[in-house]
C-alpha cells in the first residue's frame, strides 16, 4: 500500500507536467501577439508588444516558450486577467472560496439525496416508488444546467422572492461590517453567531445549490440503484435475510458498503461536474464565484484568466483521482495494490 502510495505521487507531477503542456499547445493556436496580451496590465504596454514577445520568448521554438511559461507558473505568475485588472492568481484566490462555499453544500447534498434515493430505488425494484425515482433521474441527468438554473431563478426569485442572486444583501452586508462579498462568509459567520447572515448566504446560495444538485445527483442515483440491485442477488444478503435481519440493516451495514466503491468513483467525476456546473449556476446566479470571474473573463477574450483556469481545473481534478484511487483500499479491504 505504502509503495503504491509512492508510485502515485510520484507520477503525479508527471501527469501535472503533461496537462500543462496539452494546455500551453493549444495556446500555440493564438499569434503571439495575443498570447503577449496575457501580460498587458495598463495602456502604455498596448504600444510594446514587440518587447513583451521578446521579454517572454513568445517567438522562440515551442519547448523555450514552455519552459519559460513554466517557469513563470511556477514563480506565480499566471499571466494579468484584464477583465478585473488583477494578476490571475491573485483573481482565483479572490473568488476562490465563495465557490468552494457553493461546491461543499452541493457536494453534500447531491451525495445524500443521490445515494439516498438510488437505495431506495434498488431496493424497491419494479414498485412505483423505483419507476418514479427512474423517472427523475433520467429527466434530470439530460436536462442543460443552465435551463434549470433560469427556470429556478425565474419562479424562486422572479414569483415568489425567496432565493435572490448574488451571495448577500448588500444593506446587511454593511449593517454587519462585512467589507466584501469575497473570502469565506458562511463558517466565519456561523461561528461568530451571526445568523442572520448565515440565513441571508444561505438563501442567496438556494438557487444554485439546488440547480447543480438536481442535475448532478440523477447520474448518482443510477449507478446507486444498478449496484444496489446487484448486490442484493449476492449469496451474503440472502444469508443475512435467513438470519431474520431487517431489510434496512442489511441495506445499511452490508450492501450499502460494496455499493461505494464504483459511487466513489464516479464521485470523483463529480468534482468536474461541480466545477463546470458551478461556471453556469455561477453566471445565471451573479454568484461572485471563480465560475462568473472566468465566464466574463472568457466573453472579452481574456486569455491569461481562461487558460489560469483551465491549469487550476485540471490540477484538482488530476489530484482528486489519485485520492479516489487511494480510497478504494479504504473502502473495500480486499482492494490489494501489491
Not at 449556476?281 to 489560469?308: C, I, Q, R
Request: hydrophobic share 55%; with cysteine.
Amino acid at each position: 500500500m505504502l509503495n503504491y502510495i509512492l508510485r502515485r505521487l510520484l507520477q503525479l507531477p508527471l501527469v501535472l507536467l503533461g496537462i500543462s503542456f496539452l494546455i500551453f499547445a493549444v495556446m500555440q493556436f493564438l499569434p503571439p501577439a495575443v498570447r503577449a496580451s496575457a501580460y498587458i496590465q495598463n495602456d502604455k504596454q498596448m504600444g510594446a508588444l514587440p518587447a513583451l514577445i521578446q521579454q517572454y520568448g513568445l517567438d522562440r521554438d515551442v519547448f523555450t516558450q514552455y519552459f519559460a511559461w513554466l517557469g513563470q507558473v511556477f514563480r506565480g505568475n499566471l499571466g494579468w486577467s484584464g477583465s478585473v485588472s488583477e494578476p490571475v492568481l491573485q483573481a482565483m484566490q479572490t473568488r476562490l472560496p465563495a465557490t468552494i462555499e457553493l461546491a461543499l453544500l452541493t457536494f453534500v447534498c447531491t451525495v445524500i439525496l443521490g445515494v439516498g434515493l438510488g437505495l431506495i430505488a434498488g431496493a424497491r425494484r419494479g414498485t412505483w416508488v423505483d419507476q418514479a425515482i427512474r423517472l427523475y433521474s433520467v429527466v434530470t441527468w439530460t436536462l442543460p444546467t443552465f435551463v434549470l438554473a433560469i427556470f429556478i431563478l425565474a419562479y424562486f426569485y422572479g414569483k415568489l422572492r425567496w432565493w435572490p442572486p448574488g451571495r448577500i444583501d448588500n444593506l446587511l452586508a454593511i449593517t454587519e461590517g462585512i467589507p466584501s462579498v469575497n473570502g469565506f462568509l458562511l463558517l466565519p459567520a456561523i461561528l461568530r453567531g451571526q445568523w442572520e447572515v448565515v440565513g441571508d448566504l444561505l438563501r442567496h446560495l438556494m438557487g444554485p445549490v439546488l440547480t447543480i444538485t438536481i442535475v448532478a445527483c440523477g447520474g448518482l442515483v443510477q449507478i446507486v440503484r444498478a449496484n444496489v440491485i446487484e448486490q442484493v442477488r449476492q449469496d451474503y444478503v440472502r444469508t443475512a435475510r435467513a438470519k431474520g435481519l431487517p431489510e434496512t440493516l442489511i441495506l445499511r451495514k452490508h450492501v450499502l458498503r460494496n455499493v461505494m466503491i464504483p459511487v466513489v468513483t464516479w464521485i470523483g467525476g463529480l468534482l468536474f461536474g461541480l466545477l463546470s456546473g458551478a461556471t453556469i449556476a455561477e453566471t445565471v446566479f451573479n454568484y461572485p464565484g471563480v465560475g462568473l470571474w472566468v465566464t466574463k473573463a472568457a466573453t472579452v477574450s481574456d486569455t491569461a484568466a481562461v487558460v489560469g483556469f483551465a491549469l487550476f481545473s485540471a490540477t484538482v481534478i488530476a489530484v482528486v483521482n489519485l485520492i479516489v484511487d487511494l480510497l478504494y483500499a479504504v473502502i473495500d479491504p480486499r482492494v490489494s495494490y501489491s
